[in-house]
């Protein structure tokens, strides 16, 4: 039987703001097993690059990361998120090592065509370490994802949170019982987008499309419930969407039951 | 027989300029066996906090490190030139990794006691996870360390990147024969400031006293051989003051022939 590996992607917005870091940290550290944090930090790059001059362009909630961009979300991601994280799960007797897809080439990237749009130093993950990853939690260190990838020509590249995660998960169900948990700032993919309490608690491939179709769920949740079902496609156990607090509840995320996905 | 260990260090002049870098990286992916690269990056966190309007404070040669300078020096020393480095040696076919004292706990300080000055949140090494290094390494992972520590209760501190080098080499000198490098913009330890052909190819510690006491030794060259005595003094088998194109060469420290240390 695999083992069982818990990878949780937590965005800018908990990140962000003091105290739902901190209850996403003391959630992440009473996880029991193998498991990795990806973290995002937009909105801190976002605040960065304005207050040095760099203009902020977003298409399609995708950052389009220019030559000055990329260095600012190398050291916000990188720099700043990723170390105040694992000097925080240090603190809490979690053993943290803060990792972007360069390290021990990790997450292997191409640069995204520039085709309708040119996003910039934008990179497409093309390969995920399954062996340096699985040696790391082996010797009982606890990855924290930052979402930077390099392209092994010498450049780093931005890459979106939810993709690395999604990615990772993907390629660790070789090996691992892999559960995705999408840590985000309402407790589930909600009925009624006022109503915190309204949480859809399982949502199928065929709930999906009804969900969309009648306009229950839209903009940003589909791409991540797309990416949700790519990735139980793909031999992930279990997908979750929820809040920090608890990193329990929430829409889980399953395949049709009578489907070979 | 103890396997061999080379740490190098390269500061900041020798990271900031495109030239001196990409020569140091070409040098340092050459050499055989473990490796260990510590970096310094001072001069670009100056010109971020410059940019953001933050000033910087150096009391010795040491950076006054407030609340604010501890974000630029985590961004700039842990992101933008830490993973620059990495995503470069990958290009070379090191496995490089790029990590703090944070990560993995590599690296545990305590904030310096505000005395005579208060340096702010500048960390004092206690102690190297030699474990931790040792295994990295024979996974054949390169660690690439920035000169930030922590202090287990959830803060990153500053702390200078000759005593990590310095550092690192004492504690991995039980379990490795280790040649610890100082590469610097100067080709050693120079008899004539001047003249870059007057190289002193070996001093020993009591070279040193009369080279301070007639003062072809001065300045910051006085702490940066202090450190390399007590390298020396506490088991590293070897110290090098040489410049980033050739990594051999140099000044080579050495205790007193008839020394016991």
Known sequence: MKETLNIIKVGGPVVEEESSLQSLLMSFSRIRGNKILVHGGGKIATALADRLGIETQMISGRRIT????????????????????????????????????????????????????????????????????????????????APLTHDKEGNMLNTNADTIASSVAQAMASRFDVTLTFCSSTPGVLRDMSDPSSVIPVITKNDFEALVGSGVISEGMIPKLQNAFDAIAAGVSKVVITSPSALSGGTSVQANPESDD
């Open 66 to 145: 220019s030559a000055e961009m990329l260095k600012v979300v190398t050291m916000v991601y990188g720099g700043l998120v990723n170390k105040n994280v694992v000097a925080r799960l240090q603190a809490l007797g979690v053993n943290a090592v803060g990792l972007t897809g360069a390290d021990m080439n990790l997450i292997l990237s191409v640069k995204r065509p520039a085709e309708l749009v040119n996003f910039g130093f934008v990179g497409d993950v093309k390969y995920v370490n399954v062996k340096a990853l699985e040696h790391l939690i082996a010797a009982g260190a606890v990855p924290v994802l």
